[in-house]
């Protein structure tokens, strides 16, 4: 097992299974959840996370792309995996190798995946309005003629919302027509006989604002970890959630900065006072946004510590000026608990006006990764 470092995630499984129970019970009882892995489980930690979810009776998972099933399914991951982006022809043939699910990106990619010559199982993906992936909605001929397909097999139609995180009645109104959409080509595909196949539309959104909807599947990313993408979003339901992830790092060194000299590089922050400074063993290479020089912080034992000077590769430096008894090898908190203070994987993010969904998934490979169960 990996041992805390200089910079580690902890990773909460009894608050993934928690997340998993408040899920079931918004969910309707035929709706099986398909947790997204991508990304490195959105910076978790893929081929840990599903092995934890696979331990709490969860089948199948979507991911990006054919590397990230591969590497699942070479940790041992037995259900169903989707590739929800495209896959290069010339990695076709790990579809067939690793018994993959890939995504039909419209009618031309349904007859290059055809033309492999070699059954694949395949989702269709129906463009519904955010006109990203997916066969546009109206054209469901072609949708219906790519089960002509003889090497084509069809086990889900899906598709996907772009804005069910809007609280709006404008919102609202894009969401359930892309749902209508959906709706109307499983109707369509219903009435010329075809019924085998699965049906999803929402991810994590889709579910916390629209947990009525009963498709056979919720792909849910960002919500399973416990995190919502932005502080502000308003959520239909009143699902609790609880966070799986901690960002920790350790102090490598303490040492005083007098007043009028200044630090890092471009010596952007300058002493007005007598200081203390520590450096923390995390930098930019491990996910920590640039943009948080000098105007982040981390916790110390409870107590904010403000990053100051720019954020380096490897390193930062906080002030710990006001911090009794701050010494080398410490820990310092970005997301996570200290005492009784919290940075939320979403508060940060705001902060610098991304989403939370970013921050996580940029946390880099050089970040040790442990699983606490209590
Ligand atoms: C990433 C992704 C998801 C999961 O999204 P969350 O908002 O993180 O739950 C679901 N479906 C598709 C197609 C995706 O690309």
Redesign the pocket.
């Known amino acids: 097992m990996y041992q805390k470092g200089r910079a580690w995630i902890e990773l909460d499984i009894d608050n993934l299974a928690y997340n998993i129970r408040q899920f079931r019970k918004i969910l309707s009882p035929k709706c099986a959840i398909m947790p997204?892995v991508?990304a490195n489980a959105y910076g978790h930690g893929a081929v840990l996370i599903a092995k934890a979810l696979q331990d709490l009776e969860i089948k199948d998972f979507c991911v990006?792309s054919v590397n990230e099933a591969v590497e699942l399914r070479k940790a041992g991951i037995l259900g169903q995996i989707l590739i929800?982006g495209y896959t290069s022809p010339n990695q076709f043939s790990d579809l067939v190798k690793y018994n993959l699910t890939q995504t039909v990106v419209d009618y031309p990619y349904a007859k290059l995946l055809n033309d492999f010559g070699q059954v694949i199982f395949v989702h269709i993906g129906i463009d519904t309005g955010m006109h990203r992936l997916g066969e546009r909605s109206e054209n469901i001929k072609e949708v219906y003629k790519m089960w002509e397909f003889d090497n084509l097999k069809i086990t889900g139609v899906y598709s996907?919302l772009c804005m069910s995180d809007g609280a709006s009645d404008a919102e609202r109104d894009i969401t359930l027509k892309q749902i209508e959409e959906f709706n109307m080509v499983i109707n369509f595909l219903h009435r010329k006989g075809i019924h085998h196949f699965k049906t999803h539309i929402q991810?994590?959104?889709g579910v916390l604002n629209y947990p009525a909807l009963k498709f056979d599947y919720a792909?849910?990313?960002?919500?399973l970890y416990g995190v919502l993408s932005s502080p502000k979003d308003r959520i239909i339901s009143n699902t609790k959630l609880k966070p799986v992830l901690s960002l920790k790092a350790r102090i490598a060194c303490v040492k005083q900065l007098h007043k009028g000299e200044a630090l890092g590089y471009g010596l952007t922050y300058k002493a007005g006072k007598e200081m203390q400074i520590a450096t923390v063993s995390v930098g930019y290479a491990d996910g920590i946004p640039r943009e948080l020089s000098n105007k982040g912080f981390v916790l110390i034992n409870g107590q904010k510590a403000a990053i100051v000077g720019r954020v380096c590769m490897d390193q930062l430096m906080v002030d710990v000026t006001d911090i009794k008894g701050v010494s080398c090898g410490d820990e310092t908190i970005f997301i996570g608990k200290s005492g009784n203070s919290e940075i939320m994987a979403a508060d940060l993010a705001d902060s610098i006006n991304t989403i939370s969904?970013e921050i996580l998934s940029q946390l880099g490979s050089r970040l040790g990764r442990v699983s606490i169960k209590k």
């Open positions: 997204a991508k990006a929800l996907h991810g994590s959104y792909r849910l990313g960002i919500a969904n």
